[in-house]
């Protein structure tokens, strides 16, 4: 087991270093200007010696190589400079941002949990009886229901709803402020989100939770406890559940990751200022820094929820090695 997790620990280094390589020179592929957009952004006419003098500031006009180890360093030590669009240091512009997606995603993750796999279990276990029917219903229909579209129908409802209770409207709080601040203001800005994301995803997990725990229930180990006279939730709970458990953490790893900056247009709709907005406009203005550095970040999660997933599977299964 300790050879295997750190087999596997081993493994990030190369592959944070082939996102940055991969990141970097991409970067420098795609078109875009962060001088040419500020100079027309402030209403200027394009000035050849401005747009130099600037390319000069930024580090833009120095070497290939001598960029690429100036990012590699930045990468390195977490210091990727400043952004090119705002001037202010990098960490600075992705701390409450990152705390506001991480909560989100830990929110959301948490719901989807919560509610998907109860759920799927009920279902496989209850196959083709009415739950199982009510519970495929509302898989379907959080898989048909896009994730903003919910958001729009949330935010309507607080206002709708509120007005006819309490004669006034309410909407969630709009500025962000961290939970240990103010608890209340928090949560009321981020739990319509975190539903709204955790409905959809909960619909994916808890039909992946039921097909899984399905397909378990039909192995010869399993039959071979029911003849053995075993009871039916020593089963499950014992010998169903821990290999049906594998693709829904795959699931659950996946949606974790995604959730960190893919929820653009959700963050639009309950106007958040996450990763994912950040990124969008980081794109929008072509500034290298600060998408450099979100890119990696972004990446960074990805790599270490597979790896906290791989060490999950050789724990569940303890057949699952490399040698």
């Not at 875009?32 to 957009?37: M, R, S």
């Not at 500031?57 to 210091?79: I, R, S």
């Not at 009920?122 to 229909?141: K, P």
Request: net charge neutral; with cysteine.
């Amino acid at each position: 087991m300790t050879q295997y997790i750190l087999k596997r620990f081993l493994l990030i280094v190369p592959t944070i270093l082939g996102s940055g390589i991969l990141v970097f020179f991409l970067m420098r592929v795609i078109p875009g200007d962060v001088c040419l957009i500020r100079w027309l952004d402030f209403g200027t006419h394009k000035d050849v010696a401005l747009l130099h003098l600037c390319r000069d500031e930024l580090g833009l006009n120095n070497p290939l190589y001598l960029q690429f180890f100036e990012f590699l360093k930045g990468a390195l030590t977490l210091d990727f400079g400043v952004s090119m669009w705002t001037g202010r240091p990098i960490i600075e512009e992705l701390q409450p941002r990152f705390e506001l997606s991480l909560q989100v995603t830990i929110m959301a993750t948490l719901i989807t949990i919560i509610v998907a796999i109860p759920l799927g279990v009920i279902s496989a276990i209850r196959q083709n009886t009415w739950i199982d029917y009510i519970v495929r219903t509302f898989s379907i229909a959080g898989i048909a229901v896009p994730s903003f579209w919910l958001g729009i129908l949330i935010i309507l409802g607080l206002l709708i709803g509120t007005q006819h209770i309490f004669n006034e409207p309410w909407m969630p709080p709009i500025s962000y402020v961290p939970i240990w601040e103010d608890p209340i203001s928090n949560l009321s800005q981020l739990i319509w989100p975190a539903v709204a994301t955790g409905y959809r995803f909960s619909a994916v997990t808890a039909r992946m939770t039921r097909s899984a725990l399905l397909e378990v229930l039909r192995e010869d180990y399993i039959r071979t406890a029911r003849a053995k006279g075993l009871m039916e939730t020593v089963i499950i709970n014992r010998h169903a559940l821990k290999n049906a458990f594998l693709p829904v953490i795959t699931v659950i790893g996946m949606e974790f990751s995604f959730f960190m900056g893919g929820l653009v247009v959700t963050e639009q709709v309950f106007n958040l200022n996450g990763l994912g907005s950040l990124l969008v406009e980081s794109v929008l203005n072509a500034d290298y820094n600060m998408i450099q550095a979100l890119a990696m970040l972004i990446a960074a999660v990805f790599i270490s929820v597979n790896f906290v997933i791989d060490v999950l599977y050789a724990w569940l299964d303890p057949r699952i090695r490399y040698d």
